[in-house]
C-alpha cells in the first residue's frame, strides 16, 4: 500500500497491566508509521476519564491520535468541555458516535443521533477537528430501512463529517455496494474499511450478533470447526482477513482501519503481509 491512510483502533485498559501492554502494542504498531491510532469511548462517557488517559499518553509519544467521542447519555455541556480539552491538546481528529445506552440508563439526554453530535462539533468548534463518522456497508442493526441507513450516513456527512471507517465486515460487496450507493447519493468522503482480525470465535460471534456484522456461513462452519483450537482460527483468520484486505486495496479504498482489541500481533501479520 503506498500512501493509504491508515490507522489502529484502541480501548482504554481498565487495570495497571493492561495500560502495560497497550504502551508495547503501541510501540510495535508505531514502527509501522500509522496515520494515527483511535481510542474508543464508552458510551453514555462511561471510559471519559481513560480514554483521555490513553489520548494524552500517545500524544505525549509524539504520535497521532484521534479519540472516540460518543453522545448518547450526555449533555451538552459535558461534550463542550471535553471538546475544549482536546483543540487545547492539540488534538485535530475525532470519531464522532452515537454510542449504544449502556443498559440501566434510561434517557439519551440531549443528543439522540450521530449527525446532532457532528452538527455541535461544527457548531462549537468550527474547522478544527477533522471528522469521522461510522458508516455501516451491512447496515446499523437498528435502521429501520437499508435505504434509512443510507440517509441517516447521508445526513453525518451533510452535518460536516470529512471521513468515515466503516463497521467490520468479511464480505468485501457489502463495503463496494455500500460506496457505490453511496456515490450515486453524491456522498464523495472517503470510506475506509474498518478490519477486524480473528482472535476467538466465541468472541467475534458475540460481537457480531450485537452489532449486525455477517459472518459467512463458509467462515462460521470452519470456524466452529476448529472449537478450542485459538491457534488454528488465528491463522485461518490471517489468511482470510490479508485476502480480504488485498481485495479491498486493489479495489481503491482509500485506506485500512485496524480494530487491534489492544493486541498487535495479528495487525502486524497481516500488514507484514500486504506488504505494509
Ligand atoms: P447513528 O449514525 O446515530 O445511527 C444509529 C442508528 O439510528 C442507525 O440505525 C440509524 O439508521 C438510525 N438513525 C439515525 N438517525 C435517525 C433518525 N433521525 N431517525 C431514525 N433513525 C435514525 N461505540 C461506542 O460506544 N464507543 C466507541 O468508541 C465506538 N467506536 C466505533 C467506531 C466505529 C468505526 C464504528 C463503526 C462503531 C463504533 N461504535 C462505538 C459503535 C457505535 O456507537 C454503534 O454502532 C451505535 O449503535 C451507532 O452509532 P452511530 O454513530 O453509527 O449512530
Not at 493509504?4 to 495497571?16: D, I, M, N, V
Not at 483511535?38 to 509519544?61: D, H, M, P, Y
Not at 475544549?84 to 440531549?110: C, F, H, N, W
Not at 463518522?133 to 451491512?138: D, H, I, N, S, T
Request: glycine residues 8%.
Amino acid at each position: 500500500m503506498s500512501r493509504s491512510l491508515f490507522s489502529f483502533e484502541f480501548f482504554p485498559p481498565q487495570t495497571a497491566e493492561g495500560v502495560e501492554k497497550l504502551a508495547l502494542t503501541r510501540k510495535r504498531l508505531a514502527a509501522l508509521q500509522p496515520d494515527y491510532f483511535s481510542v474508543t469511548f464508552g458510551a453514555g462517557g462511561s471510559t471519559r476519564e481513560r480514554t483521555l488517559e490513553v489520548v494524552q499518553q500517545i500524544k505525549a509519544e509524539g504520535l497521532q491520535v484521534a479519540p472516540h467521542l460518543s453522545c448518547v447519555g450526555s449533555t451538552r455541556t459535558n461534550i463542550a468541555s471535553l471538546l475544549k480539552t482536546y483543540q487545547e491538546l492539540g488534538i485535530k481528529r475525532i470519531v464522532a458516535l452515537r454510542g449504544d445506552l449502556p443498559s440501566g440508563m434510561a434517557t439519551t439526554g440531549e443528543f439522540q443521533y450521530a449527525n446532532e453530535l457532528v452538527s455541535f462539533i461544527r457548531e462549537q468548534t468550527g474547522e478544527h477537528f477533522h471528522i469521522e463518522v461510522a458508516a455501516y456497508p451491512e447496515f446499523h442493526p437498528q435502521a429501520r430501512s437499508a435505504r434509512d441507513d443510507l440517509l441517516n450516513f447521508q445526513r453525518k456527512v451533510n452535518a460536516g463529517a470529512n471521513s468515515s471507517i466503516t463497521q467490520y465486515f468479511y464480505n468485501t460487496d457489502s463495503y463496494f455496494n455500500f460506496v457505490d450507493s453511496c456515490r450515486k447519493l453524491g456522498l464523495t468522503i472517503p470510506i475506509v474499511p474498518g478490519i477486524m482480525p480473528i482472535l476467538k470465535y466465541s468472541q467475534l460471534a458475540r460481537f457480531s450478533d450485537m452489532c449486525g456484522a455477517d459472518i459467512p456461513r463458509w467462515m462460521r462452519k470452519t470456524l466452529e470447526g476448529y472449537g478450542d483450537d485459538n491457534e488454528a482460527v488465528q491463522a485461518f483468520g490471517l489468511d482470510v482477513v490479508t485476502r480480504m484486505c488485498e481485495k479491498l486495496l486493489a479495489g481503491g479504498v482509500p485506506g485500512l482501519h485496524f480494530y487491534t482489541l489492544n493486541q498487535s500481533g495479528p495487525a502486524l501479520e497481516i500488514c507484514k503481509r500486504l506488504g505494509i
